[in-house]
């Protein structure tokens, strides 16, 4: 049973950082696909981030050169740096993974298969 759960989450000002991380239990594939999605109120689901087994990364325009997405695998997380923050960014976070590589990036994050529960990211301007 594939579980994942999400930490890092909190309240900061505009400009701040947080590292959301993911810790992944029972996900075994050898061929990936993981990333991280947000909610905010009254919105959309959003993909935001995007990497796979071999290494690719990709970010929503909204979030490139401010977000970094990373795997420990030896860990089993994954880790989402961010920078910069700012009032939009404010959301439920959510961490995702498919059951196996699955394509189209961070498009696609919210279509995969295991989501864990989220951790909630607030930037105050």
């Known amino acids: 049973q594939v579980q994942l759960v999400e930490s890092g989450g909190g309240s900061v000002q505009s400009g701040g950082s947080l590292r959301l991380s993911c810790v992944a239990s029972?996900?075994?594939?050898?061929?990936?696909?993981m990333g991280w999605f947000r909610q905010a109120p009254g919105k959309e689901r959003e993909g935001v981030a995007s990497i796979d087994n071999d290494g690719l990364t990709t970010y929503a325009d909204s979030v490139k050169g401010r977000f970094t997405i990373s795997r420990d695998s030896a860990k089993n997380t994954l880790y989402l740096q961010m920078n910069n923050l700012k009032p939009e960014d404010t959301a439920m976070y959510y961490c995702a993974a498919s059951a196996g590589y699955y394509p189209g990036g961070y498009h696609s994050v919210i279509e995969y298969m295991f989501r864990g529960q989220g951790t909630q990211v607030t930037v105050s301007s």
């Open positions: 029972g996900y075994s594939y050898r061929s990936y696909s």
